[in-house]
């Protein structure tokens, strides 16, 4: 008998029933992550550039002092897309994230959609943040008195990739660090976890260092005037720092490697989003704080402040510590694109080519190697600016179909049991939408041309080859 959810959705929109999607076992996939795992790998994906970056620049630029409230607008945002996530982390635990609930609630086409901006989006990530660290690395190199030749230090274009004419320009470092991450996730859940949660250590001590060493050096007169751009200071600078406060979206497709899904991934996206918001706060409180907000170097903010009050050896140890514990973002987005590709190659949106996972370690190694050659790909040719420009709409877009999906399935579902339930619904999940909106009239002309190009090759793929290759689509025929 077909399945009362099947019959509500015809064609590009028919609805994978939740009850299929929660009894299937056999994934392919090994479940070997507790809570704390799961927390590091969301901590991961939250903190990197925003705190070593971002708020040096914003400070600087739009808040002054007012940066940590930008950073608290932007992670109450944030919390109201969060809390959509884990209520359907904790019913649907899944991989995917928000192209199974997308396709779960609203529909094939919708989940599609979702899923094939994500395998942009958080690949563009991987690559954008590559070429980050590889910045950081040739400072430190250069500071060691180690030159490398220019045809490897950066991309076609740019001025750290100025070559001979004839001679090819990469940055090398960038492809290397895509690699070696595709590698690392290669060598099974269990063991790439432990070289992440290393990492994530490794960053919160440096923050901590941050934090406890800087407090002494806290001069409160640099709080005053504390909003010198006044109110739009703190929100255009929210508008910046949001991208600094997800990653938990990206660790919640790794609900079917989790040994208890439904208990431990709403407990780790709340966690981890409330760690890196308090890590977020008394750094900005410690970095305002330590000199007055005119004088933050928008690009080595921390570094540059202890080395202003006399302890140039701690922002080193930083810089060292921002370079290893970056690579834990590069980690969180490669295991989330992976994971949104398994998911929709198992559903037959993709071949089945992409969803073949390793016999003895269980991870999809086609896939992860494919993500780790296209990222590397970007890093090595295109210059940071343009990478950038390829990472902000999709996620964006991805909130409000999760935020919109759960209002939707609380009224329509409400029977359905939920080891975690989202407070003050409907405001809360609108609050997620609203803002999610509203910051994407903040993105350029070139990343809406960019989306609208690949929206429409999407399109062309899921009629050519999705819409008559979905398992739902062959289901429904043999009825």
């Given at each position: 008998m077909r399945s009362p959810e099947l019959q509500t959705g015809k064609g590009p929109f028919r609805r994978k029933p939740i009850a299929e999607i929660?009894?299937?076992?056999?994934?392919?996939?090994?479940?070997?992550?507790?809570?704390?795992?799961?927390?590091?790998?969301?901590?991961?994906?939250?903190?990197?550039?925003?705190?070593?970056?971002?708020?040096?620049?914003?400070?600087?630029?739009?808040?002054?002092?007012?940066?940590?409230?930008?950073?608290?607008?932007?992670?109450?945002?944030?919390?109201?897309?969060?809390?959509?996530?884990?209520?359907?982390?904790?019913?649907?635990?899944?991989?995917?994230?928000?192209?199974?609930?997308?396709?779960?609630?609203?529909?094939?086409?919708?989940?599609?959609?979702?899923?094939?901006d994500l395998l942009l989006e958080y690949t563009a990530i991987v690559a954008v943040v590559a070429i980050s660290i590889s910045g950081y690395f040739n400072e430190l190199l250069g500071f060691l008195g180690i030159d490398l030749p220019l045809w490897m230090m950066g991309a076609p274009g740019t001025e750290q990739g100025a070559a001979p004419p004839g001679s090819y320009k990469i940055n090398l470092i960038a492809v290397l660090l895509c690699l070696l991450i595709a590698f690392v996730l290669?060598?099974?859940?269990?063991?790439?976890?432990?070289?992440?949660?290393?990492?994530?250590?490794?960053?919160?001590?440096?923050?901590?260092?941050?934090?406890?060493?800087?407090v002494f050096f806290i001069n409160t007169d640099n709080y005053s005037p504390f909003l010198p751009y006044g109110?739009?200071?703190?929100?255009?600078?929210?508008?910046?720092?949001?991208?600094?406060?997800?990653?938990?979206?990206?660790?919640?497709?790794?609900?079917?490697?989790?040994?208890?899904?439904?208990?431990?991934?709403?407990?780790?996206?709340?966690?981890?989003?409330?760690?890196?918001?308090?890590?977020?706060?008394?750094?900005c409180l410690v970095l305002t704080g330590m000199i007055p907000y005119q004088n933050i170097h928008t690009e080595s903010a921390f570094a540059s402040a202890f080395a202003e009050v006399g302890l140039p050896f701690v922002g080193a140890i930083i810089s060292v510590g921002a370079i290893l514990g970056i690579l834990t973002v590069m980690f969180t987005f490669m295991l989330g694109v992976t994971r949104v590709g398994f998911a929709m190659s198992r559903d037959g949106l993709l071949p089945a080519w992409f969803s073949k996972t390793h016999p003895v370690r269980k991870v999809p190694t086609r896939f992860t190697w494919l993500i780790g050659i296209a990222s590397a790909v970007l890093a090595g040719l295109l210059p940071i600016g343009e990478a950038a420009e390829l990472t902000n709409i999709g996620i964006l877009l991805a909130f409000v179909v999760v935020c919109a999906a759960i209002i939707v399935l609380r009224y329509r579902r409400p029977e359905l049991p939920r080891n975690f339930k989202c407070p003050g619904m409907p405001v809360v999940p609108l609050i997620g939408i609203v803002f999610s909106l509203w910051l994407v009239t903040f993105l350029s002309p070139h990343t809406w041309l960019r989306f609208a190009l690949w929206f429409l090759i999407g399109l062309v793929v899921y009629f050519a080859y999705s819409y008559r290759h979905s398992k739902l689509h062959e289901r429904t025929n043999s009825d």
């Open positions: 929660t009894s299937e076992t056999d994934t392919g996939l090994r479940r070997s992550l507790g809570l704390w795992q799961l927390t590091a790998i969301g901590v991961g994906g939250i903190i990197g550039a925003g705190i070593f970056s971002l708020a040096g620049a914003v400070a600087n630029e739009k808040a002054g002092p007012g940066v940590v409230l930008s950073f608290l607008i932007a992670g109450i945002a944030s919390a109201a897309a969060a809390f959509s996530y884990a209520e359907f982390a904790g019913m649907i635990p899944k991989a995917g994230s928000a192209y199974t609930y997308g396709y779960a609630v609203l529909g094939e086409l919708v989940g599609w959609f979702i899923g094939w290669n060598q099974g859940m269990k063991s790439a976890a432990r070289f992440e949660s290393f990492l994530v250590y490794l960053k919160v001590a440096v923050v901590l260092l941050v934090v406890g060493v800087g109110f739009g200071g703190a929100f255009t600078g929210a508008a910046t720092v949001f991208f600094a406060v997800f990653g938990y979206d990206a660790m919640s497709t790794a609900a079917e490697e989790s040994t208890d899904a439904q208990k431990h991934m709403p407990k780790a996206i709340i966690l981890s989003l409330v760690i890196a918001m308090v890590l977020y706060t008394l750094a």
